[in-house]
Every structure is written in structure tokens, then in C-alpha cells.
């Protein structure tokens, strides 16, 4: 390091974000991510041994991907070199593979790629790293808020472990923001600061498990606060809710967490519970999901979950679908909170779904054919080949029905339907068996 790079990380003290300053330095000084880096678990372990495979830090904003890379390097005594996959691409990838060639050959010096936003390289900016992940040239350190397991191509993830980082509790961000007031060297020591706790937990609370977040806020909660005039910086409630301003919900559209809440939101559907299934729609509506999508999951949820229960069900959701595109939003919400909670009250039943499932499963293994008395005959030469021969017109008979066989011979004891006991469906049920004992 030279003058220009020492007098860099002086200034950076002091004007760096104070997230960035309060880094921890040691694992031990990293809170939270108890799962990895916790006595005797996986991260922990393999720290310790010396011996780290490339992995893929996966989670939320503001929980600890990058510090834990630097963490890691600084533990195994591994030289870093960061890149982000934003502004890098292959010619910055083979100018690290070469320094790292260099550094493992003259001096044995383990090299740790790290790369920020991973899922954004390209599959060929990925290709790119895999012969030298695969030969040990460089520990690859990968983090990104999306899933790896959609965004990271196969070959890649192979050759590496995927660890799913969680969202810091609110305490672990409490004791974080604490050690911050009173670190003189990177944090707000120096300052004469008085916090309120409920300015502090407003803080920790809004942020959403993203300790970034809640440093940052706090920071400019101080720095913007005029001292009294004693000389002391009072933070009570309502700095800190002007510093933090409103709560970041965590929903990536395009990744995990856009399948795990449209599956809470269903899954609540299906379980009757509209409380649930509201919240589910209003975080969706309120990250910026395409509404458009929360209305065709309510149609297929209405046939597939309802079903013949409750017919209407379907005609709600498919209403609902149409006065969205009419209203648009923000007004859209409405109909889709009213099909939401119809659903979602409304008495259930799967059995179309799973009739569905099972008939055409039998579709795709048994070969069969349609029985000659329920062939086409409106063609010339039918008659010859007994097509319609036999067939009973339903209408001509009592209550408009009359048995005979309508499956195909292979399947002729097949029952797919089996209406339930619930809503509308038990009044199915009872009149298919009333049919079933006619006499004929």
C-alpha cells in the first residue's frame, strides 16, 4: 500500500457510509448468520480449518455478504480481489485469474475472488470461471439477493456451495446500532449523542433485517440533528422516523421471494384464511408485483382450490381479472382484496384438479379407444362401420338420463370425479348417486 492508498483509507474513515466503517473485522464480531458461523457449523468450520470451498452467499440486502467475504480472507490470510458483475466482465476476470496464477506460483498465497451480484454475469461470464474454480486457481466468493438456483447456471453451482443468508433480527441490529454510538475510530463516538430506545427499535424495526439500512439511517439521524444547547445530539421518535422514512418491504420480483409470498398468498386461500391471504396481496401490491399476475393466480385458485363447492368462485375471480383492467390502480386492489377474500372464505374442493391429474396421467400410459356407440355417425359409410350404433340420446329418457357406458373399454371402471361433502359439491353428489340408481 502506498501514500496516495493510506491517505485513501484515512479519508475513507471519515467519509465512508458507516455501514462500511463499522465492517466487523473478525468472525467472532459478525452477528447474526448463527446457521453458518455459529460454533462448530459449516462456515465456522471450514474458517477455522483453512480449508474454504468456493461458495455463493445468498440473501436480502444489509446481511453481511460482503463483510463476510472480507471476513474470510482476512481469517485464512487469502488475497481478495473484488469485482462486481455490473461493471466487470471476462477481460476483468482473466486479469484476476492471472494475478491469482502468479500469486499461488511465486508465493503459495491463496486468492479469493469475490464477486458482487453474481446472477448478473452472463452464462458466458460464468463459463468463464469455471475451469479455475474447478483447478483451486481461485476461491470463488459469489453474493446475490436472487435465488442461485434460477439465476446461476448449473455447470457453476456444481462446483459450489450455496449458502442462504437470513434477515438479522431486530436485536442483533439494536446491539449493531449501540456499538456504533460508541465506536470513536469508525462509528458516532465522538459525537455527544443521546438516543432514545424507542428511536433506536423505530430503527431496527423499519429496517427489515437490513443492518445497512438502519446504520445508514442512523447516521444521517446524528448527523442531521442540530445539537442543543448544552452541546448534546438528542435522537428521539420522530428524527429517527424522518431519518429512516418508510418500511422497505424485501420482495425481489423476478426471484424466491416472489414465489414464497404468491405461494403463502394461495396456500392461505386454500387454508380458508382470508386475514392472511390480504396481507399476502397487500405486500404484493405493495413491492410493485404485476397485479395483472395476482389475477390470473385467483383464477386458477378458484378452479383448482373451490371449484364445484362454490361455481361462483370462478365467475369472482374472472370479475375481478376484468374490472382490474378497466379501474387499473391503484382502485384495482379492491376487486382483487373482494376475490381474495371469497376465495379464501369460500367452502373448498379439489376434485376437478385432481380428476384432471389422474385422467390424463391414464392419457399418457394406456392406449385406448372410443367405444363405436359414441362415434361420429354424420358422415357417409358411418352406419357400415356402426359408428353411433346403439347410442340412448339421454334427452329422450326420465330426468334426461340413461345408463350406458361412456368410458373406453380400458378404462371402464375408472372414476376420476369424486365429488366432496363441501358447498355446492354435496348437492353434486347426491344427484349423481340419485342418477346412478335409476331404473332403467
Known amino acids: 500500500m502506498d501514500l496516495f492508498d493510506l491517505l485513501k483509507e484515512e479519508t475513507l474513515k471519515n467519509t465512508a457510509p458507516l455501514a462500511d466503517r463499522m465492517r466487523p473485522q473478525t468472525i467472532d464480531e459478525v452477528l447474526g448468520q448463527d446457521h453458518i458461523l455459529g460454533d462448530n457449523k459449516f462456515l465456522n468450520r471450514c474458517i477455522k480449518s483453512g480449508r474454504l470451498p468456493s461458495i455463493i452467499l445468498y440473501g436480502p440486502p444489509g446481511t453481511g455478504k460482503t463483510t463476510i467475504a472480507k471476513v474470510i480472507a482476512k481469517e485464512i490470510g487469502a488475497n481478495l480481489f473484488q469485482l462486481n458483475a455490473v461493471t466487470s466482465g471476462v477481460k476483468e476476470i ?245 376475490a381474495t377474500t371469497y376465495l379464501a372464505a369460500a367452502p373448498k374442493s379439489n376434485a376437478a384438479y385432481v380428476g384432471v391429474a389422474k385422467a390424463l396421467k391414464d392419457v399418457e400410459l394406456i392406449k385406448t379407444t372410443v367405444p363405436n356407440h359414441l362415434k361420429d355417425a354424420h358422415y357417409k359409410n358411418a352406419k357400415d362401420m356402426e359408428h353411433g350404433l346403439n347410442y340412448l340420446y339421454p334427452h329422450n329418457y326420465e330426468k334426461n338420463y340413461i345408463q350406458q357406458q361412456y368410458m373406453p373399454n380400458e378404462l371402464r371402471d375408472k372414476r376420476y370425479y369424486i365429488p366432496t361433502e363441501n358447498g355446492y359439491e354435496k348437492q353434486i353428489k347426491i344427484y349423481m348417486s340419485t342418477l346412478k340408481n335409476t331404473d332403467d
Open 94 to 338: 482473466r486479469e484476476v485469474i492471472e494475478e491469482a496464477k502468479q500469486l499461488l506460483g511465486m508465493y503459495q498465497k491463496t486468492s479469493i475472488l469475490f464477486i458482487d451480484e453474481i446472477h448478473r454475469f452472463s452464462k458466458n461470464q460464468q463459463d468463464a470461471l469455471l475451469p479455475h474454480v474447478e483447478r483451486g486457481v481461485i476461491i470463488l466468493i459469489g453474493a446475490t439477493t436472487e435465488n442461485p438456483f434460477f439465476q446461476v447456471n448449473n455447470a457453476l453451482l456444481s462446483r459450489v456451495t450455496v449458502l442462504k443468508l437470513e434477515e438479522l433480527e431486530t436485536d442483533d441490529i439494536l446491539l449493531i446500532m449501540q456499538k456504533a454510538l460508541k465506536n470513536e475510530e469508525y462509528g458516532l463516538g465522538r459525537f455527544d449523542t443521546e438516543v432514545d430506545q424507542d428511536a433506536l427499535e423505530h430503527i431496527a424495526e423499519i429496517a427489515g433485517g437490513d443492518v445497512r439500512k438502519a446504520l445508514n439511517a442512523l447516521e444521517i439521524a446524528v448527523l442531521s440533528t442540530p445539537p442543543n444547547k448544552s452541546g448534546m445530539i438528542k435522537i428521539d421518535l420522530k428524527a429517527a422516523e424522518e431519518s429512516i422514512q418508510k418500511r422497505t418491504v424485501q420482495y425481489d420480483r423476478d426471484g424466491d421471494q416472489h414465489y414464497d409470498v404468491i405461494s403463502a398468498f394461495i396456500k392461505s386461500i386454500r387454508g380458508s384464511d382470508p386475514d392472511a391471504a390480504l396481507h399476502y396481496l397487500a405486500k404484493m401490491i405493495y413491492a410493485g408485483e404485476d397485479v395483472e399476475f395476482i389475477a390470473r393466480r385467483l383464477i386458477i385458485a378458484a378452479s383448482e382450490d373451490v371449484g364445484n363447492a362454490d361455481a361462483n368462485a370462478l365467475k369472482v375471480a374472472i370479475a375481478a381479472h376484468e374490472a382490474l383492467k378497466i379501474i387499473g390502480m391503484p382502485e384495482g386492489r379492491i376487486p382483487l382484496a373482494q
